[in-house]
């Protein structure tokens, strides 16, 4: 039987269109999913694909506006009983924190999967049109429920809180950390690396009505304390420090931000570092920090921001929820 799935569409390289070919310049999100659609149709025999446009714009460009729209929509989807699973085509520039951001706040009992491209799709050598097939069929196979939300670029199959950008080019740009890719799939062939892991899970936090301000502080050599002051402002309730290494930062810095979280800031360390595990640390007891573990800084900012829209402020609770998988 067909597998329906509902296509949202939100621009991005995968719907992108040149001038030329050769050129690297392009602009996103030029082709309508209608046409996306009726490309990939032929080569999708498994499923009913349904299309909606929901914006089409380069994902650099994404706001908690569109986030809100989409997650709408699929909510809306994973409670209609004529859908089987939902595809987001996405620019790759921040799909890694909407993925998250839809993982944490929907339920796993159907697939979820974003899928972009690296390459415009008039480019020599696009990668769009495999990439969503591929997509297709994942999101078309039973055993991708449970899952929880999932990317799809370049053969590989990676979950929301693994996935993450790793290079600014190349159709391989995307990298999963802890765990690489949990699925190899072709437009052929889909192979799982394990069971699923959140079977029946139902959504873990509430969609925020609202996203708090919560700015990313950079580390940098010679880095002096009064720069943590330009970024906070009497709206910000958290900030996340993309540190050095395992999330480290000059101690005049440290002092100052521990003395944002005696004020009630909840400051996460993460690290500017490509790959890593960010652990807990004794000074971060005293100090009311909060180890990002596995996250890097943007998508531990997304974190932060779903608890604190949920009420989640004490740092023994934030802690708890950057130590789950």
Known sequence: MQSHILILATGGTIAGRSSSALRRDYRPGQIGIGELI???????????????????IGSEDITPDLWQRIWTQCDAAMRADTVNGIIITHGTDTAEETALLLDLTLPTAKPVVLVGAMRAADAVGSDGLRNLVNAIRVTADADAAGRGVLLVMGDRVIAARDARKARTSGTDAFRGFPRDAVAAVTPHSLDWFGAPWAARRSARFTFPREFP?????????????????????????????AGFGEGNAPRGVRDRLAELARRGLVIVRASRVDEGIVDREPEDDT?????????????????????????????????AAFDER
């Open 213 to 241: 301000e919560v700015p990313i502080l950079h580390a940098f050599a010679s880095m002096e304390p009064d720069l943590v002051d330009r970024i906070v402002g009497p709206q910000t309730r958290g900030v996340v420090l």
């Open 38 to 56: 009726d490309r990939v149709r032929p080569l999708a025999p498994q499923a009913v694909l349904e299309g909606r446009e929901l914006a089409a």
């Open 287 to 319: 100090a009311g920090f909060v180890a990002a573990r596995s996250l890097g800084p943007a998508k531990a900012r997304v974190l932060l921001q779903v608890l604190l829209a949920n009420g989640v402020r004490d740092a023994v609770a934030v802690q």
